[in-house]
């Protein structure tokens, strides 16, 4: 599973409101006018099977899901998009960028939910294989701006009912913000924060700053 024969795989890690998916659809364009091929996805979803996974999951409506069942669901999830999608683009040679991969259960799940890194990293074997990505772009917000930015997409219809997350309390997405600072501390190599705060344009320029000085564009 961790053979990736040439392709390149970066992911886009962040609490709500971060800006990950305008920042990847920024970066792809980029890339792709350096004559770079570019595969696209996001998690949970990224295949017919992944985007039905990603309602249940994300759906207001389904208060009562269980920390365990959202951790089987997103590596579920994951497991499709990973054979189905990432996998066989990597194999080919491309570059996948991707919206959220295992930092997010990591944190979301282990951390936030307190099911344990453990309890993660053994599901992760099972369905992924372990599989890592090759750059890791954490996009970091203050708990209240990446809610604001959240409640301002929620209230334009541009995630429909996907806000189940959206709604935990401050305190749940504080313990998400930290969660993620606390891994890329432990693996700096792999994780790069960077501000998500300003516009769009300045923090797509960090974004390219961050990718053109790593190791992923050879």
């Keep these: 599973m961790a053979s990736k024969s040439g392709g390149v795989f970066v992911t886009f890690e962040g609490g709500e409101g ?3 998916s305008t920042q990847i659809r920024i970066l792809a364009e980029r890339l792709r006018t350096m004559g770079r091929e570019v595969v696209e ?43 189905q999608v990432i996998k066989p683009a990597l194999e080919a040679g491309r570059m996948v960028l991707c919206d959220r991969f295992t930092d ?18 053994t599901v992760n074997r099972i369905a992924c294989g372990g599989m890592a990505p090759d750059l890791t772009l954490l996009l970091d917000i203050p708990v209240e701006a990446g ?21 935990e309390a401050p305190e749940f997405h504080l313990v998400v913000r930290e969660a993620y600072l606390d891994l890329a501390r432990n693996e700096p190599g792999r994780i790069r924060v960077i501000a998500a705060q ?4 300045e923090v797509a320029a960090r974004v390219w700053e961050t990718v053109a000085g790593s190791a992923v564009l050879g």
Excluded: C, H, W
């Design 18 to 20: 971060a800006g990950k």
């Design 41 to 83: 996805t996001v998690e949970p979803g990224g295949t017919a099977i992944g985007r039905q996974i990603r309602r249940v999951f994300l759906d207001a409506g389904n208060g009562e899901l269980t920390p365990e069942a959202e951790l089987l669901l997103v590596f579920a999830a994951r497991s499709q998009n990973l054979k």
């Design 104 to 121: 997010s259960t990591r944190v979301y799940q282990g951390v936030a939910r307190k099911l344990g890194l453990e309890v993660v990293e």
């Design 147 to 167: 809610m604001a930015r959240a409640s301002a997409r929620n209230a334009r219809g541009d995630a429909a009912q996907e806000t189940r997350l959206d709604e």
């Design 198 to 201: 300003g516009s769009v344009e």
